[in-house]
């Protein structure tokens, strides 16, 4: 079962007036990005707080300090020194970050984890006999430069730390795109990231294998060095508890990107039982990407087999002009196009302002 419609984007916003509204009965007006729907969903507008529409919102809102008051007694052992190896390139992490948003966040995933061990149970005693164990899957999208594979890392290492000790995995789905030869063969070099760019029907496979208990599953391999995925290189997951599966257009409803997916399609979000969209403006995350490209100038590009090696050279103006040009033709173009029009299908989406740090979280209750 898909997790929610296109029509159900959670909105938090301001008024026609320009003041800004309560996220919900009893919640403090939330502050940070903004999370009001992206066209073609523009004409919705947020339940009016107080009304019988707020109170059937599928959505709660919640502030930073709101969210933070959930973790209840989830497990936190981390240590200064342990920050700098989960922070990304552009995306740094504080243990202030850890215990507001990612206890809570692995507590949630806990108790969703345990409830589903339950029904699964529950059918194969209606069932009369024993059912595979799968692993808990978890899908994690949002836009390039936005901090995907930073939020995996900092996840599964709270996770890791709870007392259920389950083992978790990553997979980014950048290995699931078709390899260069192919891109440049269909004319999709410029189109890598776009949903056409995957070769979508492995991927789905790789998701049913580990749904159907299938013990060990390989992903393919994807090197940012090469620009590539790389021949013969898989991520073996094995016995998994969870897998947190991140990437571009994972929520998608279609391949042929349209409203809905035509009837009997299976797309990828019908494996998750989680899903989180990782947001922010997009003028935060142009600015975000343009940072990246600079840092990625002095380190990955400096070295001779990179493929974009030739931008190593570049001075600073011109390494600026370059981004911002990619991040406008390709980046942002399938921002707005595939992936900001998914958001309203997570269950949960967790707006980062431009410090990067998660200042508001809307959480799909029904």
């Known amino acids: 079962?898909?997790?929610?419609?296109?029509?159900?984007?959670?909105?938090?916003?301001?008024?026609?007036?320009?003041?800004?509204?309560?996220?919900?009965?009893?919640?403090?007006?939330?502050?940070?990005?903004?999370l009001s729907p992206a066209p073609p969903l523009d004409t919705l507008t947020r339940p009016v707080p107080g009304t019988s529409e707020e109170r059937l919102s599928l959505y709660a809102y919640f502030t930073r300090r709101q969210w933070a008051e959930l973790h209840g007694d989830t497990a936190f052992d981390f240590e200064e020194s342990e920050i700098a190896g989960l922070a990304g390139l552009n995306d740094p992490v504080s243990l202030d970050e850890i215990r507001a948003i990612y206890l809570p966040l692995a507590r949630l995933l806990?108790?969703?984890?345990?409830?589903?061990?339950?029904?699964?149970?529950?059918?194969?005693?209606?069932?009369?006999?024993?059912?595979?164990?799968?692993?808990?899957?978890?899908?994690?999208?949002g836009s390039v430069s936005v901090g995907k594979s930073t939020t995996a890392r900092v996840l599964q290492r709270v996770m890791l730390a709870a007392p259920q000790r389950r083992t978790i995995a990553i997979v980014p789905t950048d290995g699931f795109l078709y390899p260069n030869r192919i891109l440049n063969e269909r004319g999709l070099m410029s189109r890598?990231?776009?949903?056409?760019?995957?070769?979508?029907?492995?991927?789905?496979?790789?998701?049913f294998d580990l749904k159907a208990?299938?013990?060990?599953?390989?992903?393919?391999?994807?090197?940012?060095?090469?620009?590539?995925?790389?021949?013969?290189?898989?991520?073996?997951?094995?016995?998994?508890?969870?897998?947190?599966?991140?990437?571009?257009?994972?929520?998608?409803?279609?391949?042929?990107?349209?409203?809905?997916?035509?009837?009997?399609e299976v797309v990828v979000s019908d494996f998750f039982d989680t899903s989180i969209y990782l947001d922010a403006e997009e003028e935060v995350l142009r600015r975000w990407y343009v940072e990246r490209f600079l840092k990625l100038r002095e380190t990955a590009f400096a070295d001779p087999l990179s493929h974009f090696h030739h931008y190593a050279g570049l001075t600073v103006p011109a390494a600026v002009a370059v981004a911002e040009d990619l991040w406008d033709r390709i980046n942002g173009l399938?921002?707005?196009?595939?992936?900001?029009?998914?958001?309203?299908?997570?269950?949960?989406?967790?707006?980062?302002?431009?410090?990067?740090?998660?200042?508001?979280?809307?959480?799909?209750?029904?």
């Open 213 to 264: 208990g299938h013990r060990r599953v390989e992903a393919p391999v994807y090197s940012h060095l090469l620009y590539d995925v790389v021949p013969g290189q898989t991520i073996e997951v094995s016995d998994a508890d969870v897998v947190i599966v991140e990437g571009l257009n994972i929520l998608q409803l279609s391949s042929t990107n349209s409203a809905s997916a035509p009837e009997g």
């Open 110 to 141: 806990s108790l969703n984890i345990s409830a589903t061990e339950t029904r699964r149970a529950a059918t194969s005693k209606f069932l009369e006999r024993p059912l595979p164990r799968t692993p808990y899957l978890v899908g994690l999208a």
């Open 192 to 207: 890598k990231g776009f949903p056409e760019s995957y070769d979508l029907r492995r991927l789905l496979r790789f998701l």
């Open 1 to 34: 079962m898909r997790s929610t419609s296109p029509g159900s984007t959670p909105t938090i916003g301001c008024d026609a007036s320009g003041d800004r509204q309560p996220a919900a009965v009893g919640l403090e007006p939330p502050v940070g990005p903004d």
């Open 334 to 366: 399938n921002l707005r196009e595939n992936i900001l029009p998914t958001r309203g299908r997570a269950g949960l989406v967790l707006a980062k302002a431009p410090d990067h740090s998660i200042q508001r979280i809307a959480l799909r209750r029904l």
